[in-house]
């Protein structure tokens, strides 16, 4: 691929910022569009028509509303008539799943949503496969993302940690920078037109409590105690006790071969031990 590649990132958020920072220190063209372009070099959403003519490649992070997919909803007819584009990603979630009772699930298997949120996720995936026919879509399913500045650590530090005990409950997680690494392998593949399941989940599900407790190892204090969850579930909000409800496990290996990138942290373990370090490098108090 030459060096004609605009990509634009609807969404400074937490990883949108992370793909845009990566593609650029790969020496791609970005820009990025934000609601609250409170920086010179954002785009504001609602006049970010002249950006998706200009496009090759469009990545779109924002979750959608009860009315929708935001950026489909103010931008399909821009985005189908963008001269330039050849590739879309649409990052999703692992959620569109719902409980599989602790099994796994792979990039070939049936949605099968269990909350409005859910299905809210799979109806913007159809519309992002409506709008995109013409051009190479990925559809990210990421599965609970954690970084600098979002993880166990900072959980810890600010005394909001718990150890919840649901024995045989696994989560999927994946460091923000393998989310954007994904991302930036997907963009520099040369693709037709058609569509393509990418699962963002590293190697390892894995209990909260674990990854709780290997973060108090690193920083060298004790864990919190371990709580079990039925005598925690009467005082959790409902979208906490959704998030609970459900128990299955996310295979990537599948899309680590398409995109020919293994994870750089293929566990928590590494992806924990790197987030310790880089603070530690900038004088950050353990």
Request: charged residues 20%.
């Amino acid at each position: 691929m030459g060096m004609d590649t605009r990509i634009l990132v609807f969404g400074n958020g937490y990883t949108g910022a992370a793909i845009a920072a990566a593609a650029r220190a790969a020496g791609r063209a970005v820009s990025v569009v934000s609601r609250t372009p409170d920086a010179p070099n954002l785009i504001d959403f609602t006049d970010a028509g002249d950006a998706i003519a200009r496009a090759t490649h469009i990545v779109a992070t924002a979750p959608p509303g009860p009315t929708g997919e935001p950026v489909l909803t103010a931008h399909a007819a821009a985005i189908r008539a963008a001269p330039m584009l050849r590739w879309v990603g649409y990052l999703s979630t692992t959620g569109v799943y719902g409980d599989r009772g602790g099994g796994w699930v792979d990039e070939a298997s049936e949605v099968a949503p269990g909350s409005d949120r859910a299905r809210r996720r799979v109806a913007a995936e159809a519309a992002w496969r409506g709008t995109c026919a013409h051009v190479a879509l990925d559809l990210f399913r990421v599965a609970g993302i954690y970084g600098p500045g979002r993880s166990a650590f900072d959980d810890l530090r600010a005394g909001r940690a718990r150890r919840v005990s649901k024995p045989g409950q696994a989560f999927g997680r994946i460091h923000r920078d393998d989310i954007a690494g994904a991302v930036l392998a997907a963009i520099l593949q040369t693709r037709t037109p058609s569509v393509r399941v990418l699962h963002l989940a590293d190697d390892l599900p894995a209990e909260s409590a674990e990854v709780i407790a290997e973060a108090a190892r690193l920083l060298d204090i004790a864990p919190p105690p371990l709580r079990d969850y039925a005598a925690l579930a009467p005082g959790m909000s409902e979208m906490a006790r959704s998030f609970w409800a459900e128990n299955r496990k996310v295979a990537s290996a599948i899309t680590q071969a398409a995109l020919g990138r293994p994870w750089r942290y293929p566990t928590y373990r590494e992806g924990l031990r790197a987030i310790l370090s880089q603070e530690r490098q900038h004088g950050l108090p353990d």
